[in-house]
């Protein structure tokens, strides 16, 4: 059966709360001292440059997966969802119907100056890394692998977190201890690592195997560690299915994989402005959007 989408949102404005910070995907709002107002819009961010083109009810989904995984998953590390129903803090119509099923309130944290990313398979700018130099991140992996290649066991590979128009860089778990501490840095990998763990055992019942994905962490005013942003989404992992994967080439993918394999064929440097999208690839990846979510929560 056919998604029905609602109006797309690819920049939300609300009159009740302010705007403290736009980023790729998501608009913030202060509701308070203690906690924030977040919507998913439908942006698209393809190689950390933003597209022109929405992907009609991609924060829908990316609200949904994360809110599914924060509950699967917070006996392992408390998250930043606070309970509190938007529909609460707004209270102009116009501003309930766009944060509809796309927002959440959340604690307001400081947020910690890396990307924990976790990677269970050879792909990406990790197979990139690898060719050039046998390392990812500064762990070495054993020679001959192919692209895609599941790893012996999945790895610890953190990377700066970039700015809208900026490119996150890969970097080693010894800058990771220099930014924020030894003791820290190791409670952020265990977690990450624990995290991947849980979720792909899941995942890959459901018939998708998680290749990779990234966390983003949050401290608290007492200093406790808090999963914050989103988890195990499309936009934050690569999801590919179960009975096509093989080595040895770019497996097909429920995630925005599909977009950066469009955007390949084309003349860009990957720099702003992005390039229109055609409407098929828009409405392929709206689909398979909704697929990873239908596959995950039934």
């Known amino acids: 059966m056919r998604t029905i989408h609602p109006k797309p949102v690819f920049k939300s404005q609300l009159k009740g709360l302010e705007l ?18 977040i919507i998913a819009s439908d942006r698209l961010s393809a190689f950390d440059v933003v597209l022109p083109n929405p992907i009609p009810g991609k924060g829908i989904v990316l609200t949904a997966i994360s809110n599914f ?10 998250n930043h969802l606070t309970g509190i129903d938007p529909k609460n803090i707004l209270i102009d119509p116009d501003d309930r119907a766009i944060a509809k099923d796309r ?23 990790g197979w990139k890394d690898y060719c050039a130099t046998r390392f990812v991140s500064g762990v070495e ?10 790893l012996k066991e999945p790895i610890f590979t ?9 490119h996150d860089q890969n970097i080693t778990y010894s800058e990771v201890i220099s930014l924020i501490g030894a003791e820290l840095a190791e409670k952020l990998k265990i977690i990450s690592l624990t995290l991947y763990e849980q979720a792909s055992y899941y995942a890959r019942a459901h018939g998708i195997i998680i290749a990779d994905t990234k966390f983003e962490f949050g401290l608290n005013e007492d200093g406790e560690l808090i999963l914050i942003d989103e988890i195990f989404t499309p936009d934050s992992s690569r999801f590919w299915p179960v009975e096509s994967y093989k080595p040895g080439r770019s497996p097909d993918s429920f995630d925005k994989q599909y977009v950066r394999d469009y955007l390949e064929t084309l003349d860009w440097d ?9 409407d098929v690839v828009i409405s392929r990846t709206s689909e398979k959007y909704y697929e990873v979510l239908n596959k995950l929560t039934t």
């Open 20 to 37: 403290i910070q736009r980023g790729k995907v998501r608009d913030i709002y202060r509701v308070d001292s203690a906690s924030l107002l």
């Open 69 to 78: 995984w924060f509950n699967q998953l917070r006996d392992i590390i408390p």
């Open 103 to 125: 927002s959440t309130i959340v604690q307001s944290l400081q947020p910690l100056p890396v990307e924990a990313v976790v990677r269970g398979y050879l792909i990406g700018s």
């Open 141 to 150: 992996l054993p020679q001959g692998l192919e692209l895609a290649d599941k």
């Open 158 to 166: 953190p990377s700066t977190k970039a700015k809208a128009g900026e």
């Open 270 to 278: 990957k720099k702003t402005p992005g390039p229109n999208l055609p």
